[in-house]
């Protein structure tokens, strides 16, 4: 029998799971697109308008559609796995837990809140971040596994990477500038590494590429000198120096100090 309130509940929180659940196979599929197209519209129009009511006007329509459809639903054969309330149910569950392993073991987004990583990333932005090979994997604030530093892959000068700062629990995107055993200088715009320059080009007014071996930075100064941000540091073993490529205006290693080589989530890969 079909349980018309369990088919209106399924429609508000998920429209296509609960035509699923009532063997409406393209009804299911037209709310699949409908929601789609709505969650494309909502990302857009929010940041524009505020708010968008589409994706709610959805779940509304479909609440109502489902509940009356309900009313009319006969099952004239063995009913299908998926038109059962388990299997309903199960699709979600299977994608959620399909989507927390790969963000937790292999791939996660993350967006960009500030302009501390400016040029090179600005506030609005999103990467993905490589997670598997780094150690620490979990997703949505939760943490499945933490392994041993000397079984991580390390990161490079250069590389751009999220870690959580000491202080903060919070997800950081950061340059990392030193790694352990490294002596750090930062001062007049030049960065000195190991007692050796890092080579540099002007670009633009403030805006500077940096070279670290294969990787090449691009970053930007506000200020002629600022002398609260320079300094020298040594790198302990077990650690990372980090900074981030807008100099001026950036809370980083020169703030709150070295990151713990296992405070690293995973090395960005991609930006859109």
Do not use: C
């Not at 299997?87 to 993350?110: C, D, K, N, Q, Y």
């Not at 805006?207 to 790198?235: A, H, P």
């Amino acid at each position: 029998m079909v349980n018309k309130w369990f088919a209106a509940i399924l429609g508000f929180l998920v429209p296509p799971l609960a035509f699923l659940y009532l063997a409406k196979l393209r009804v299911a599929a037209l709310y699949f697109v409908l929601l789609v197209t709505s969650g494309i519209s909502d990302f857009y129009l929010a940041p524009a308008i505020g708010f968008s009511f589409l994706a709610l006007l959805l779940s509304v329509l479909a609440t109502i559609h489902a509940f009356i459809l309900a009313k009319t639903v006969e099952y004239k054969e063995e009913r299908k796995w998926y038109s059962n309330w388990w299997g309903a149910l199960s699709i979600p569950i299977s994608m959620f837990a399909l989507i927390f392993l790969t963000r937790s073991f292999v791939a996660e987004p993350f967006s960009i809140p500030s302009e501390s990583m400016s040029p090179s990333l600005e506030a609005g932005d999103y990467v993905a971040v490589k997670k598997w090979g780094y150690g620490l994997y979990g997703s949505f604030g939760i943490t499945l596994i933490s392994q041993k530093v000397e079984n991580r892959t390390p990161l490079s000068r250069g590389e751009i990477a999220v870690v959580i700062p000491p202080h903060d629990p919070r997800p950081f995107v950061e340059r990392v500038i030193g790694v352990s055993g490294d002596v750090i200088e930062f001062r007049d715009k030049q960065l000195i590494i190991n007692g050796n320059p890092i080579e540099t080009k002007t670009l633009e007014n403030g805006i500077v590429n940096e070279v670290f071996g294969e990787n090449i930075s691009t970053v930007k100064y506000i200020n002629d000198n600022s002398r609260l941000r320079s300094g020298i540091w040594t790198v302990p073993d077990g650690y990372y120096f980090v900074m981030g490529d807008n100099r001026d205006n950036s809370a980083d290693s020169r703030v709150w100090g070295m990151v713990p080589a296992e405070n690293v989530v995973g090395r960005v890969f991609t930006k859109w």
